[in-house]
């Protein structure tokens, strides 16, 4: 059985919003290994409609290795998107998803040959409330924003988490890579 794994940004104040952030050349290389060894991306709607700017980079890239290499990485993976109001994913590797995310996660978890990701803050949210998160990745970035939408501001229960490894970035940013501890 795969690992299910929540990979996402915030900065040292938990704000995960987009705009924030250092996405320099070694945090688009890191992406883009995490996506290169995964089998599946997980991602809501808003944040799929954010990811869909590498689309562009397909057609026309940037001349930014790291940038580009992402939008390949992207591209090639398949990506699940949960959302009530899309009709449509534009995009050929991704599909939507209409059961329940708790219920796709459990049978991706039985039939994965890779790593399953979690790309977006609801679909993470609802993971760990749910217990069905088994790694942790938090790249946290050396910004206080003050302001924003907060990663885990909805949570239900206390969640005890073990690091095991974590990953120093030149921009300062730190990756955080934890399990979750349970009993």
């Not at 980079?57 to 998107?81: E, H, R, W, Y």
Request: with cysteine; aromatic share 8%.
């Amino acid at each position: 059985m795969k690992k299910v794994i929540a990979a996402f940004n915030m900065t040292l104040d938990g704000v995960c919003d987009h705009t924030t952030g250092i996405a320099d050349e070694e945090l688009h290389q890191h992406y883009s290994d995490l996506v290169d060894n995964a089998g599946v991306i997980l991602y809501g709607r808003t944040t799929y409609q954010l990811m869909q700017f590498w689309q562009t980079l397909l057609q026309n890239p940037s001349g930014k290795k790291s940038m580009d290499d992402f939008a390949i990485s992207i591209d090639k993976i398949q990506k699940l998107i949960f959302s009530n109001t899309l009709k449509d994913t534009g995009w050929k590797s991704a599909e939507l998803v209409k059961r329940p995310l708790e219920e796709e996660v459990m049978e991706l978890k039985q039939q994965a040959d890779k790593d399953i990701l979690v790309g977006s803050r609801s679909l993470i949210i609802q993971l760990l409330n749910s217990n069905l998160v088994d790694e942790l990745q938090i790249c946290i970035h050396p910004i206080i924003e003050g302001k924003g939408l907060f990663l885990f501001d909805q949570i239900t229960d206390k969640i005890m988490l073990k690091l095991i490894k974590t990953k120093s970035l030149s921009s300062g940013a730190t990756v955080f890579y934890y399990e979750p501890i349970r009993e």
